[in-house]
Protein backbone atom coordinates (compact mmCIF):
# COMPACT_ATOMS: atom_id res chain seq x y z
CA UNK A 1 0.00 0.00 0.00
CA UNK A 2 1.50 3.39 -0.91
CA UNK A 3 1.53 5.92 1.71
CA UNK A 4 2.61 9.43 2.54
CA UNK A 5 2.46 10.25 6.31
CA UNK A 6 3.21 13.99 7.29
CA UNK A 7 3.98 14.67 10.88
CA UNK A 8 5.85 17.76 12.33
CA UNK A 9 2.68 19.77 12.73
CA UNK A 10 1.40 22.13 15.49
CA UNK A 11 0.86 24.92 17.66
CA UNK A 12 3.41 27.45 17.30
CA UNK A 13 4.16 31.52 17.99
CA UNK A 14 4.94 33.91 14.97
CA UNK A 15 8.15 34.10 13.82
CA UNK A 16 9.04 30.73 14.97
CA UNK A 17 9.95 27.47 13.27
CA UNK A 18 8.95 24.17 12.53
CA UNK A 19 9.76 21.31 10.17
CA UNK A 20 7.72 18.86 8.82
CA UNK A 21 8.38 15.53 7.50
CA UNK A 22 6.79 13.38 4.79
CA UNK A 23 7.75 9.26 5.12
CA UNK A 24 6.70 7.51 1.91
CA UNK A 25 6.50 4.58 1.93
CA UNK A 26 4.88 1.52 -0.39
CA UNK A 27 7.02 2.31 -3.34
CA UNK A 28 10.12 4.13 -4.16
CA UNK A 29 9.38 8.17 -4.51
CA UNK A 30 13.30 9.00 -5.66
CA UNK A 31 12.52 9.63 -9.14
CA UNK A 32 9.03 11.68 -8.24
CA UNK A 33 8.49 15.39 -8.00
CA UNK A 34 7.57 16.25 -4.68
CA UNK A 35 5.75 19.07 -2.95
CA UNK A 36 4.16 20.45 -0.24
CA UNK A 37 0.47 22.02 -0.50
CA UNK A 38 -1.72 23.85 2.06
CA UNK A 39 -5.20 24.33 2.83
CA UNK A 40 -6.70 26.77 4.93
CA UNK A 41 -9.90 27.36 5.99
CA UNK A 42 -12.30 28.53 3.95
CA UNK A 43 -9.56 28.50 1.08
CA UNK A 44 -8.34 26.88 -1.93
CA UNK A 45 -5.61 24.32 -1.57
CA UNK A 46 -2.70 26.04 -2.97
CA UNK A 47 1.12 25.28 -3.53
CA UNK A 48 3.93 25.70 -1.25
CA UNK A 49 6.80 24.47 -2.32
CA UNK A 50 8.13 21.63 -5.03
CA UNK A 51 11.86 19.24 -5.48
CA UNK A 52 12.63 17.53 -8.42
CA UNK A 53 14.04 14.11 -8.15
CA UNK A 54 17.69 14.55 -6.99
CA UNK A 55 17.29 18.27 -4.92
CA UNK A 56 18.86 20.09 -7.52
CA UNK A 57 15.87 22.02 -8.45
CA UNK A 58 13.40 23.51 -6.52
CA UNK A 59 10.66 26.02 -6.98
CA UNK A 60 8.41 28.23 -4.00
CA UNK A 61 5.55 29.99 -3.81
CA UNK A 62 6.28 34.10 -3.74
CA UNK A 63 4.62 33.68 -0.32
CA UNK A 64 7.18 31.40 1.35
CA UNK A 65 10.22 32.29 -0.71
CA UNK A 66 13.14 33.27 1.57
CA UNK A 67 11.17 31.56 4.62
CA UNK A 68 10.87 27.79 4.01
CA UNK A 69 12.89 25.48 2.44
CA UNK A 70 12.04 22.12 0.73
CA UNK A 71 14.33 19.11 1.06
CA UNK A 72 14.50 14.99 0.27
CA UNK A 73 16.47 11.95 1.37
CA UNK A 74 16.22 9.35 -1.10
CA UNK A 75 17.61 7.28 0.66
CA UNK A 76 15.34 7.32 3.69
CA UNK A 77 11.78 8.10 0.95
CA UNK A 78 11.60 11.28 3.39
CA UNK A 79 10.79 14.76 2.16
CA UNK A 80 11.40 17.88 4.42
CA UNK A 81 9.32 21.40 4.70
CA UNK A 82 11.75 24.00 6.96
CA UNK A 83 9.89 26.84 7.50
CA UNK A 84 10.94 29.66 9.59
CA UNK A 85 10.03 32.96 10.17
CA UNK A 86 6.00 31.46 10.18
CA UNK A 87 3.01 34.37 9.99
CA UNK A 88 -0.17 33.96 11.10
CA UNK A 89 -1.39 33.53 7.02
CA UNK A 90 0.89 30.35 7.61
CA UNK A 91 -1.80 28.58 9.20
CA UNK A 92 -3.28 25.46 6.84
CA UNK A 93 -3.34 21.64 6.64
CA UNK A 94 -0.09 21.30 5.16
CA UNK A 95 -0.05 18.14 2.39
CA UNK A 96 2.68 15.87 0.85
CA UNK A 97 1.93 14.98 -2.44
CA UNK A 98 4.27 13.14 -5.21
CA UNK A 99 4.10 12.62 -8.84
CA UNK A 100 5.12 9.92 -10.72
CA UNK A 101 4.40 11.31 -14.16
CA UNK A 102 6.88 13.97 -13.88
CA UNK A 103 9.86 13.04 -15.98
CA UNK A 104 11.20 15.92 -18.18
CA UNK A 105 8.84 18.64 -16.56
CA UNK A 106 10.36 21.72 -15.58
CA UNK A 107 10.31 21.87 -11.51
CA UNK A 108 8.06 25.91 -11.95
CA UNK A 109 5.31 23.99 -13.94
CA UNK A 110 4.50 21.70 -10.95
CA UNK A 111 2.84 24.46 -9.19
CA UNK A 112 -1.01 22.41 -9.72
CA UNK A 113 -2.33 19.82 -7.52
CA UNK A 114 -3.84 17.79 -10.46
CA UNK A 115 -0.03 16.64 -11.38
CA UNK A 116 0.45 14.57 -8.50
CA UNK A 117 -1.03 11.40 -8.08
CA UNK A 118 -0.04 10.62 -4.59
CA UNK A 119 -1.27 12.52 -1.18
CA UNK A 120 -0.58 12.47 1.98
CA UNK A 121 -3.48 12.80 4.66
CA UNK A 122 -2.03 16.67 6.40
CA UNK A 123 -0.88 17.89 9.09
CA UNK A 124 -2.32 21.02 10.84
CA UNK A 125 0.24 23.30 11.32
CA UNK A 126 -0.98 26.78 13.34
CA UNK A 127 0.86 29.96 13.97
CA UNK A 128 -0.62 32.48 16.56
CA UNK A 129 0.24 36.19 16.76
Known amino acids: QVQLVESGGGLVQAVGSLRLSCAAS????????MGWFRQAPGKEREFVAA????????HYADSVKGRFTISRDNAKNTLYLQMSSLKPEDTAVYYC??????????????????????WGQGTQITVSS
Open 51 to 58: INWSGAST
Open 97 to 118: AASSASSGLAISTMIWGRKYNY
Open 26 to 33: GRTFSNDV
